[in-house]
């Protein structure tokens, strides 16, 4: 069955610093991968995707994520965390011949000033 | 904005109440969503329609049940909810449902059930 897994549940940065929240996966056949982002009170905001090609992804709001398929992993990065990044970050791969989307369980990323 | 609205964005209501969530897309996408997001937990998908058609339905309770009556509206109709039922709802679309598509999500709606 596929799976993904966020193993922060809460990463904080500083101002400036580059970020890194992690995500691994489990799929059996093609990965589709996806970041999301949610802002309070607010719905799910896509980032960006990985379906083939470059491993080194890059999205909205100067966010990127690379692809490794040895590791099993799709984390997000950032070089240079905003304060207005502070959200919740959900990794969510795309069930291979289904319409589910399987969602982790989040990591809130907190950017002190 | 996403293009995905949800009303209301906030419901109290009793365990005996009835009540209905809708969502409204302006992409002209194929595919709809309703998804569970509960503090803790990952999203659980409920529902998928796709051109109307409920294509996936996640074993949810029956006091849960969905409606699509055309491509661009989905509801979701509550009666005799429960307390563990309390949590943000959210709508989302895509294109067609294919697996590389990317779903745009509605701003939720708060429940609360007393």
């Known amino acids: 069955a596929q799976s993904v897994a966020q193993p922060e549940d809460q990463v904080n940065v500083a101002e400036g610093n580059p970020l890194t929240v992690k995500c691994t996966y489990s799929v059996s056949g093609n990965p589709y991968l996806f970041w999301y982002v949610q802002y309070p009170n607010r719905g799910l905001q896509f980032l960006l995707k990985?379906?083939?090609?470059?491993?080194l992804v890059k999205g909205s709001y100067g966010f990127e994520a690379e692809f490794n398929k040895s590791q099993t992993s799709f984390h997000l990065k950032k070089p240079s965390a905003l304060v207005s990044d502070s959200a919740l970050y959900f990794c969510a791969v795309r069930d291979t011949g289904t319409y589910k989307y399987i969602f982790g369980t989040g990591t809130r990323l907190k950017v002190l000033a | 904005e996403t293009g995905v609205t949800q009303t209301p964005r906030h419901l109290v209501m009793g365990m005996t109440n009835k009540k209905s969530l809708k969502c409204e897309q302006h992409l002209g996408h194929n595919a709809m969503y309703w998804y569970k997001q509960s503090a803790k937990k990952p999203l659980e998908l409920m529902f998928v329609?796709?051109?109307?058609?409920?294509?996936e339905n996640n074993s949810v309770p029956s006091r849960f049940s969905p409606e699509c009556p055309n491509s661009s509206h989905l509801f979701l109709h509550l009666h005799t909810l429960q307390p563990e039922d309390s949590a943000l709802y959210l709508c989302?679309?895509?294109?067609?449902?294919?697996?590389?598509?990317?779903?745009?999500f509605g701003p939720g709606t708060r429940l609360l059930v007393l």
């Open positions: 990985y379906i083939t090609g470059d491993n």
């Open positions: 989302a679309s895509s294109q067609g449902g294919l697996e590389q598509e990317t779903q745009y």
């Open positions: 329609y796709s051109l109307e058609e409920r294509v």
